[in-house]
């Protein structure tokens, strides 16, 4: 996580302008990470036993839900 801190009003604010997050399975086993900052973001999923079409489902889900 990456803060940035700024004075608005004579007070002190901070916000977070970065965030990663790693994805483990129930082994403990890295399988995907989450990277977002102020300006967009990315992901990355490492496995090939995904159904592609839930996860796709569930990302558009999360961004534009209905």
Same mark, same amino acid.
């Given at each position: 996580?990456?803060?940035?801190?700024t004075m608005?009003?004579?007070?002190?604010v901070k916000k977070?302008?970065q965030?990663?997050?790693?994805?483990?399975?129930d082994?403990? $086993?890295e399988?995907?990470?989450?990277?977002?900052? /102020?300006w967009g973001?990315s992901?990355?999923l490492?496995?090939?036993?995904? %159904?592609? /079409?839930?996860v796709? %489902?569930?990302?558009? $889900?999360?961004l $534009?839900?209905?």
């Amino acid at each position: 996580m990456t803060e940035e801190t700024t004075m608005e009003n004579g007070v002190e604010v901070k916000k977070v302008i970065q965030l990663e997050t790693i994805i483990k399975d129930d082994n403990g $086993n890295e399988i995907g990470r989450i990277h977002v900052n /102020q300006w967009g973001g990315s992901f990355n999923l490492n496995t090939g036993q995904l %159904d592609v /079409q839930a996860v796709n %489902d569930g990302i558009i $889900n999360v961004l $534009n839900p209905q």
